[in-house]
């Protein structure tokens, strides 16, 4: 059965473009999932249920947010904590140690969590994942330096929270297969951009996720939800592939 991992970045009304969701949006997308009987789990909860080849209850879909904005302690957590589902956050290490408003790279800077807040949520459910430590494109570094932000980064996690680090998301989601060989060596799992439902086939350290910046259309995304494809979502998905092959 296809499950779909969910791509979010900040919930916020401020800021341009695919990085930031309105709140109105993504409260009216969870309302959606719950009106067809979705339940939120953990990146880590779908991975465990693939490799023993174990159905997940009929429904299960993955959150993920990347970068952690503060708008996922204020804004999304207690939304998540009132429906009863857990989700997948992965943590640029630097930008979380400044504690500092941050700018990912589409010129607006946002506030992220501190590490005392990770750590709060950590303990009520919430996953944290790595997402390198200085959240620069891995394929334009050398192997020496992309290894150091991939190992370090799950070795901070753990030092900050007690907690391991189970699995891994490359920034912007630039992998090589060098790049997956070498996050294979220290994480479970590995999450990518490539705009899919994930399923029994999926690469566990490339796996696809839905952007939902796409689906601000909420008529759009309740038919995806309820028909598990449509014309739209298939455009999306080729849109992306082509762009992935154009991008340096």
Known sequence: MAIPILMYHSVADEGPGPVSLKPDTFRDQLAVLSDAGARGITLS??????????????????????????????????????????ATVFVPILPVDD???????????????TWQAIGELASRGIEFAAHSMSHTDLTALDAADAREEIVASGERLYERTGRVAEGFAPPRGRLTPALRREISMHYGWCAGTR??????????FDLPRIEMWYFRNIERWRRYVSQGWTPYFALRRALRAVGSRLRP
Request: a negative charge; hydrophobic letters at 35%.
């Open 45 to 86: 909860e779908y991975v465990t249920a693939h490799r023993a080849n174990h159905a997940l209850p009929r429904g299960s879909v993955v959150l993920t947010f990347d970068d952690a904005y503060r708008d996922f302690e204020e804004d999304v957590f207690p939304l998540l904590e009132a429906y009863g589902w857990r």
């Open 99 to 113: 504690d500092r408003p941050w700018d990912c790279g589409d010129g607006h800077a946002r506030p992220l969590m």
């Open 195 to 204: 705009m899919n439902a994930a399923d029994q086939h999926s690469d566990l």
